[in-house]
């Protein structure tokens, strides 16, 4: 099973709101991504979390809060969203970090901020 | 960094023919080389790999093939179908960097 989840698949909030985005795999993997993908671009990376440790973060706006409370969740919190955030968010996983091993995409959390 | 380039950007052929992809990355350090099919409203999946100690690495109808001396590596697809119609994704990754360094896609459409 090479499966990773993803939840709300649909997200549309104000600029104002407080929403997180969901991720959940069961593979065993100890290294998560997110990922943001506009229209016909590849995903742009985000942030990379290793063993629940944050390891990167792509100068990411505070905005945008990320959270690995176990070794097969991550959340990422999202805070006074601007209209140019609209996009898809991609989790991934993979089974370690610094290695060469498979990295596995979710469906991805369409978000639309009004 | 790396930077990777992939062409063509969009790509159509006749259903039954072949297609084939390219990427070139600029980072010899790079060792693991993934291709990813998106279909609309879905996330990118991976469809085959080749790690930079193997030439050439095949999947039924899908084969890649990396040149580590000129730096490019391909996607080929016979009989394509129109099921293989989607996006499609190369990607380049080294372990001291730990990110996946992706093309900027090519969409394929197979015309029935």
């Known amino acids: 099973d090479t499966e990773v989840t993803q939840t709300p698949k649909h997200l549309v909030m104000g600029m104002t709101n407080k929403k997180s985005l969901k991720c959940e795999q069961h593979?065993?993997?100890?290294?998560m991504y997110w990922y943001k993908q506009k229209a016909k671009k590849p995903p742009e990376l985000m942030f990379v979390?290793?063993?629940?440790?944050?390891?990167i973060n792509e100068s990411v706006p505070s905005r945008f809060s990320p959270e690995c409370p176990n070794s097969s969740l991550l959340n990422l919190h999202l805070h006074a969203l601007q209209p140019e955030d609209s996009a898809l968010y991609l989790c991934a996983s993979s089974l370690l970090a610094g290695g060469v091993y498979e990295q596995y995409f979710g469906p991805g959390t369409r978000l639309t901020v009004t | 960094g790396e930077n990777v380039e992939q062409h063509p950007s969009t790509l159509s052929v006749q259903e039954g023919d072949s297609a084939v992809i390219k990427c070139t990355y600029s980072d010899s350090a790079s060792n693991y080389f993934p291709w990813y099919k998106q279909e609309l409203g879905k996330g990118p999946q991976l469809i085959i790999d080749i790690r930079s100690n193997v030439g050439e690495k095949k999947d039924q109808r899908i084969a890649v093939t990396l040149n580590k001396t000129a730096k490019h590596f391909s996607l080929h697809i016979t009989e394509t179908q129109p099921e293989d119609s989607a996006v499609y994704f190369c990607?380049?990754?080294?372990?001291?960097?730990?990110?996946?360094?992706f093309g900027t896609g090519t969409s394929l459409t197979v015309i029935p």
């Open positions: 979390y290793s063993y629940e440790k944050l390891s």
């Open positions: 593979m065993g993997h100890r290294a």
């Open positions: 990607a380049a990754y080294k372990n001291t960097g730990n990110q996946f360094y």
